[in-house]
């Protein structure tokens, strides 16, 4: 499988930055200095762990309904998703030398 969606937390710093957080994906943080780079960044950083764990074989991890995950005031969670077939044809572009 390629596709997935996970919920992700995104705190609103005090200077106006969020930070992600994907309590399903062990390690899995990020951050972004708006909201639009935040959501592109998580994105990024969910596609990146999970094509680890495919890569090396690792059991991906359960996602968690979003309806129980507890927020604070200055979070809230939404869904990301992300296509790690996508991903691994965007990084994985090695240069051939041609004779």
Do not use: W
Request: aromatic share 10%; glycine share 4%; hydrophobic share 35%.
């Amino acid at each position: 499988m390629s596709k997935y969606v996970y919920a992700a937390v995104f705190t609103k710093e005090e200077n106006g930055q969020y930070s992600v957080c994907f309590n399903d994906v062990k390690g899995c943080y990020t951050c972004g200095d708006n909201l639009e780079e935040a959501i592109e960044m998580a994105e990024d950083a969910l596609a990146l762990m999970l094509y680890e764990h495919e890569r090396e074989r690792k059991e991906i991890p359960t996602a968690t309904d979003i309806s129980e995950i507890k927020t604070a005031e200055n979070e809230f969670a939404t869904y990301i998703a992300c296509d790690t077939l996508e991903y691994r044809k965007m990084h994985n572009n090695k240069a051939v030398k041609k004779h």
